[in-house]
């Protein structure tokens, strides 16, 4: 057998193979609640042979979401939304992630095809939060805030997690990458607090540890729990590979059980090395230098590419985002190539090569 489609256990959930769907902004929510789309959009997934399909960024507050048409996972009425959507999923053997979120100083916007960046009051837009009062370019100045709303929002990530367990989810994970807050109190260009969330390594790190331990112990034992993170701002000064690794040593000991290796997103206009597979190396470094599971993530689209980072001890599953939205059946179709035989749900049994 392949590594691709070689089973991976994590905790007491077993995934049938390591072609993991990423996270992908749907931007097709009503006030956080999930419809059709994502039931057809994560679905697809579903029937396609995914090892793990991870839903997108869904906030655990209101004023936590990217965009006023993102999902959220903060009230009843969102988990029974979701719980359409996992029960698909498990109906088709597929495990399913979500990913717990507050997108900070970059919330507050439209949809990216909308003919404006940011939602106005009327719109159901809002002041955004941060660490610090400092902007992401182009955005407005956020407030900082302060230690009680930050222990506020170590509940709310709580009180998430505890719904996506009754939703059916089989996978937490936390998002620290990419910009949003809390990859905003880890690094020092956009955190600038002189209280115990700043300054040193251990105080910027504070805030991602407390949400950890509080989610930890919202969710079963049994339950996996995932982190991403960014491992580089790409900036001088910012948030970089070496704390990414010592940061990734804490949250082992923390109970983490993957972390899902990112980059980037806080700092624009720095120059990132685009390129296949370019946050691998991120990937390879922590896994072997922490002893976790890593998963890896970015222009990773082509079967011998995924099969040779998971061959090489890179990282332990590769995720794919632009690849499963062009592709919905991609593993379904690679592991044919690979001469592994998983299930096809019967409706397409007919369009195997095999029956061609």
């Keep these: 057998m392949s590594q691709l489609f070689s089973p991976l256990s994590l905790r007491e959930v077993n995934f049938s193979n390591r072609a993991w769907v990423s996270s992908m902004c749907q931007y097709s929510a009503k ?71 507050h997108a900070g100083r970059k919330g507050s916007t439209m949809a990216p095809w909308e003919d404006h960046v940011f939602a106005t009051p009327d719109e159901g837009g809002w002041t955004t939060v941060a660490p610090s009062p400092i902007a992401f370019e182009g955005y407005p100045v956020p407030r900082q805030l302060s230690s009680a709303q930050i222990a506020e929002l170590v509940e709310s990530f709580a009180d998430s997690a505890r719904r996506a367990s009754a939703a059916g989810f089989d996978v937490v994970e936390i998002h620290a990458a990419h910009g949003y807050l809390l990859h905003q109190f880890l690094s020092p260009l956009s955190n600038q607090r ?16 407390e949400v950890v331990d509080a989610v930890r112990e919202a969710i079963s034992p049994a339950m996996p729990l995932f982190v991403r993170i960014s491992a580089t701002d790409y900036a001088q000064g910012g948030w970089d590979i070496e704390e990414s690794v010592q940061l990734s040593r804490v949250l082992k000991t923390m109970g983490v059980d993957l972390i899902d290796v990112s980059s ?93």
């Design 194 to 209: 002189t209280d115990v969330y700043g300054g040193t390594f251990e105080n910027r790190i504070r805030f991602l540890c």
């Design 31 to 101: 006030d956080g609640v999930i419809g059709d789309w994502h039931l057809v959009h994560l679905g697809a997934f579903a029937t396609g042979g995914a090892g793990l399909i991870m839903a997108e960024a869904s906030a655990v507050t209101p004023e936590g979401r990217i965009s006023i048409h993102c999902p959220g996972l903060w009230s009843e009425e969102q988990t029974e939304a979701w719980s359409r959507v996992t029960r698909f999923a498990h109906s088709q053997g597929t495990k399913i992630g979500i990913q717990l979120a």
């Design 264 to 356: 980037g997103g806080n700092i624009a206009g720095v120059s990132i090395p685009l390129g296949p597979g370019y946050q691998v190396a991120f990937s390879e470094r922590i896994r072997n230098e922490v002893n976790v599971p890593t998963s890896t993530v970015g222009l990773i689209t082509e079967l011998l590419q995924a099969e040779g980072i998971l061959d090489s001890g890179q990282a332990d599953a590769t995720m794919m985002a632009r690849a499963m939205l062009r592709n919905p059946r991609w593993a379904l179709h690679a592991a044919e190539e690979l001469g592994d035989i998983i299930p096809w749900p019967p409706q397409f049994e007919r369009a195997r090569t095999l029956h061609a």
